[in-house]
């Protein structure tokens, strides 16, 4: 366990060499490679050793490594300190997990790239970011991490930032974090006023002493961390920056927008599990917010045609499905649809990824101009990409819950510990509800997806076709690999009800056990459980029979023929209009007050004039002023010296 | 001799001296005015040193050398700036202002 230091040092180092590499020889593709691939894996194996340390050591607390001092003022102690207990090791292992297999991926996908090394240098630096922040042992530490990967992620969204598109998507991400962040930091600034620490195993042994349960306090520092979570995870109302997210290279779009970063805010909750679970009023919010955004988004992504937007939109989803669970004080529940989710729907862009780079490499052999991303341009791809179209079923088989993949049991989970919640406070037979509803359409979605994608005639266009080719191994190894960790992911936390010894559940509880203590979770009754599985299974299979009965592929015309939306599809092809309304109302307004008030006024009228100016024309008048002393007639200086003269001396004799 | 006879003697020799400085205009006229001021000071400085030991007398012959000083390089100054301009009357040398 003491090695825990090389899980975020290495991808440092990769950093560090390949961000040379860059500056000093972009071309040299190799060693880059080498690399950036090299150091992930090599962090996966120690993270690996170190799992596998703390289960053999099973300590009862969290195992703090404290390196050095950072902040040192009056009674407040900050230290660079590392932190492994259960929670911070599944986080390990799916960031560099997921993340190598990512890696590997880019090498075939940035292959042609001419900011090969660059990307691969901010790929490894995000992975250093998005380690100190699941590995942290106290607020500031994480939120180095939680600023560090909002960081790359901007980087890495406007990569091709000589497209303005891509390089506001990027801005977009960056404001409407820094939004949530501020909110963290607030949090940030009550807990300490409230608890004299900053440290995650002090904060939580006081704060059931110090914070009455349900009290104001409390309520705000939880009401302020979900502010952060909701920027950075994409939530109402801060969700808007992650499907524009999507002009970043697609495996970018996998590992921060889909399996990691996104999922920082749904850590944070099961980190602070303590504080949510004395702040109920806090906990509503989180799970009607994450109930709703999983519903709303939903809609949106029935009516997208960019594939990467129909896979983002199901990303907030998600997101929000994981916040329901951390909200309804499952935090397990929570955790593992991230583990998950990070496989499903990491394959699932990585076989977006795959499908775009065949598009793209037909449409450039035939020198054509179409929209690579667009659904309507592709159908029937399974006859030329056969290994992606099956694993990608297998993935959206599992996002729609169908059994026994992965996404099943961890969704089922979810609504389960929803329902069961609803016996105490009849909110959350709402947000379970919403959280069915949101199954549904996600079936529907995703095959919906599936089916213009694969099925049908091919839209691409006859001298287009020849050159559709499946992707080469580098990038279908893994996908192979998610694939398989897709179906069978569900072991980690199989159900007690079908036999299994919910592992993820009991590994967790030394992180958990504080929370659940503080708000007990009530236990449903196993024919209710049956039911609501019943239940979940059937409206997943009924949103794919759905898709399968009412959309027809072959109806379907090339996106440069394709006639406009209209009525509803058009509320939902355009996102119900967000974006517009939050241009109108917050965008604009501010935008004017700048331009009129702040630049006019404010910078022109006060700092320019009253204050630069005003300075120069004040010193100027002073300086004409003293220059009219300066007469040149010797006699006029004579005077004026012996007036002095008689001055000091008449108040030096007095 | 008696101090105050002496400081009154001097005091009257320091006014008019400064009077000259500032009433008259020829350069020459003024230096001179200035030397009496020096002097006016000079006898200051002995009628106190009868009554407080010799230092003031040392700081006459200090007096004395800078005096010499300055005229060697007042008159210079003078004769140079009468070169140049014609004049010595001070109101006509007003280059030097701001």
């Known amino acids: 366990m003491d090695l825990v230091w090389l899980v975020p040092a290495l991808p440092l180092l990769g950093f560090i060499l390949n961000a040379t590499l860059a500056l000093v020889r972009p071309q040299a593709k190799t060693a880059v490679s080498a690399i950036g691939v090299g150091v992930l894996v090599a962090a996966f194996g120690v993270g690996v050793l170190v799992v596998r340390a703390l289960a053999v050591a099973h300590p009862e607390g969290p195992v703090v490594f404290h390196y050095w001092d950072w902040i040192s003022v009056g009674s407040l102690h900050v230290g660079y300190a590392l932190q492994v207990d259960p929670l911070s090791a599944v986080m390990v292992l799916i960031v560099t997990g997921v993340g190598a297999l990512i890696h590997v991926f880019s090498v075939g996908y940035m292959r042609e790239d001419p900011g090969y090394a660059r990307y691969f240098a901010y790929l490894n630096l995000f992975v250093f970011f998005m380690l100190l922040l699941v590995l942290g042992a106290n607020f500031p530490v994480t939120f180095v991490g939680w600023e560090g990967v909002g960081l790359c992620s901007y980087l890495l969204i406007g990569f091709w930032f000589s497209e303005k598109v891509n390089a506001d998507a990027g801005m977009k991400a960056f404001v ?148 329901l669970g951390v909200g309804t004080g499952a935090m397990a529940a929570g955790i593992f649809h991230l583990a998950t989710h990070a496989f499903f729907k990491a394959l699932l862009f990585l076989g977006s990824g795959a499908v775009i780079h065949a598009m793209h490499q037909a449409y450039h052999a035939t020198h054509a101009h179409a929209d690579a991303q667009d659904m309507r341009n592709m159908g029937g791809l399974r006859q030329f990409l056969p290994w992606t179209a099956t694993l990608m079923w297998i993935a959206t088989l599992a996002i729609a819950g169908i059994p026994p993949l992965s996404g099943f049991f961890s969704k089922d989970e979810i609504l389960a510990a929803a329902f069961a919640r609803g016996a105490l406070q009849p909110a959350w037979y709402l947000f379970w509800g919403l959280g069915l509803a949101a199954a549904a359409l996600t079936a529907f979605y995703m ?147 700048s331009r009129t008030l702040l630049w006019r006024v404010v910078d022109v009228g006060v700092v320019d004039g009253a204050g630069v100016n005003g300075a120069a024309v004040v010193s100027r008048a002073l300086g004409w002023l003293g220059s009219r002393l300066q007469t040149g007639e010797l006699g006029f200086y004579v005077v004026v010296f012996v007036v002095g003269v008689i001055a000091v001396l008449s108040r030096a004799v007095r | 001799m008696l101090l105050g006879p002496s400081l009154a003697v001097s005091a009257v020799l320091f006014v008019i001296g400064a009077a000259g400085v500032l009433l008259r205009r020829n350069a020459i006229v003024i230096f001179m005015c200035v030397e009496l001021m020096l002097n006016a000071v000079n006898l200051t400085f002995v009628a106190f040193a009868q009554q407080l030991g010799t230092s003031g007398q040392i700081f006459v012959f200090f007096v004395m050398a800078v005096a010499a000083a300055e005229a060697a390089v007042g008159l210079a100054i003078i004769l140079a700036v009468y070169r140049h301009k014609e004049t010595v009357d001070l109101q006509h040398i007003n280059l030097l202002k701001g």
């Not at chain 1, 992911?489 to 992180?511: C, D, K, Q, R, S």
Request: aromatic residues 10%.
């Open chain 1, 176 to 323: 409407m974090n820094r939004i949530g962040d501020c909110g963290f930091l607030v949090a940030m600034f009550l807990i300490w006023q409230y608890t004299g620490s900053l440290d995650y195993e002090d904060v939580f042994a006081k704060a059931p002493a110090v914070l009455p349960a349900g009290g104001a306090a409390v309520t705000a520092i939880t009401l302020f961390l979900f502010l952060g979570c909701t920027g950075k995870s994409a939530q109402i109302p801060l969700y808007t920056w992650l499907p524009d997210a999507m002009a970043g290279p697609t495996p970018v779009s996998a590992l921060i927008h889909a399996a990691t970063m996104v999922t920082a805010g749904v850590f944070l909750v099961a980190r602070s599990n303590v504080l949510f679970a004395l702040a109920p009023a806090a906990q509503v919010v989180v799970a009607g917010v994450g109930a709703l955004t999983a519903l709303f988004a939903a809609t949106i992504a029935l009516k997208q045609w960019d594939i990467k937007r129909v896979l983002a939109y199901s990303t907030v989803s998600q997101l929000g499905y994981m916040f």
């Open chain 1, 447 to 593: 095959t919906r997806m599936m089916l213009y994608t694969f099925h049908g005639p091919n839209r691409t266009g006859a001298r287009e076709q020849v050159h559709l080719r499946e992707a080469p191994t580098v990038m279908i190894g893994p996908l192979v690999v998610l694939g398989v960790l897709s179906a069978v992911g569900g072991v980690i936390n199989l159900p007690t009800l079908v036999g299994g010894g919910a592992w993820l559940h009991h590994w967790l509880e030394p992180v958990t056990a504080a929370g659940a203590a503080l708000a007990p979770a009530p236990e449903l009754a196993h024919n209710t459980e049956w039911i609501l599985i019943g239940v979940a299974v059937a409206i997943g299979a009924g949103g794919i029979v759905a898709a399968l009965r009412l959309l027809d592929p072959s109806a379907l015309v090339p996106a440069a023929q394709a006639p406009p939306e209209t009525g509803f599809a058009k509320v939902l092809w355009k996102k119900w209009y967000v974006d517009e309304l939050y241009d109108t109302i917050i965008v604009r307004p501010v935008l004017w007050v």
